[in-house]
Nanobody, 123 residues
Framework: VQLQASGGGLVQAGDSLKLSCAAS????????MGWFRQVPGKEREFVAG????????YYHDSVKGRFTISRDNAKNTVYLQMNSLKPEDTAKYYC?????????????????WGQGTQVTVSS
């Protein structure tokens, strides 16, 4: 399986970005999908997750009301719409897939990972 994340970039505080993660190589439609982020020297942090059928979404408290996760199973793609970006959102963002029909924010539970896309927010 391959997960290809894209859409990162350099923006100013208050701007928006939309990340995409395209999946290929296996069944995507039954996977829980998550977005995580990591800065050098720190642990990978959960950002948002979505169930296989989009019925449930969940977010880290720091992004609630600003970020929205969504998916299009017909396109095998999951998205992360990020609004009102802050400098503290600066990180490398990773998408991940969990094939065990659960909702989880634990990165150890995710089986497959993309290569990450850098988001930098200037003040």
């Amino acid at each position: 399986v391959q997960l290809q994340a894209s859409g990162g970039g350099l923006v100013q505080a208050g701007d928006s970005l939309k990340l995409s993660c395209a999946a290929s190589g296996r069944f995507f439609r039954s996977d829980t999908m998550g977005w995580f982020r990591q800065v050098p020297g720190k642990e990978r942090e959960f950002v948002a997750g979505i169930s296989w059928n989009s019925a449930m979404t969940y977010y880290h408290d720091s992004v609630k009301g600003r970020f929205t996760i969504s998916r299009d199973n017909a396109k095998n793609t999951v998205y992360l719409q990020m609004n009102s970006l802050k400098p503290e959102d600066t990180a490398k963002y990773y998408c991940a897939a969990d094939s065990h029909f659960r909702l989880t924010a634990n990165p150890a539970h995710y089986d497959y990972w993309g290569q990450g896309t850098q988001v930098t927010v200037s003040s």
